[in-house]
């Protein structure tokens, strides 16, 4: 039997592409975005070494200061996973400061 990606695969892969989305003008104000939230429905199979389209929509802007994105992943046979991906814009220096301080404990 051919290998399978599993879903958090699909998850990891839409993530990065909704995340390179904005991360030019973001950081060009000195912001970044983390991943916050993810729903999403994985409908058909995907084989390990097949060709993947994957791609993020800019949707909605969130009342917690961020971007809501639907998410799609299509392979030769059609689309394989749907769903919606929010991320929260943060200041990068604030953020990074405080993983600092928990990291040093």
């Known amino acids: 039997l051919p290998i399978l990606v599993a879903t958090p695969i699909l998850v990891w892969l839409t993530e990065l592409v909704a995340m390179k989305l904005t991360e030019k003008p973001l950081e060009e104000v000195g912001f970044m975005s983390l991943g916050f939230s993810h729903e999403s429905e994985h409908t058909g199979p995907a084989f390990l070494g097949s060709s993947l389209s994957v791609t993020a929509k800019a949707e ?5 200061g961020g971007r809501f994105y639907v998410v799609i992943a299509s392979n030769q046979a059609g689309e394989i996973y749907r769903g919606w991906h929010e991320r929260k814009f943060v200041h990068r220096e604030s953020f990074l400061g405080k993983v600092r301080s928990l990291a040093q404990g």
């Open 60 to 64: 909605n802007l969130t009342a917690r």
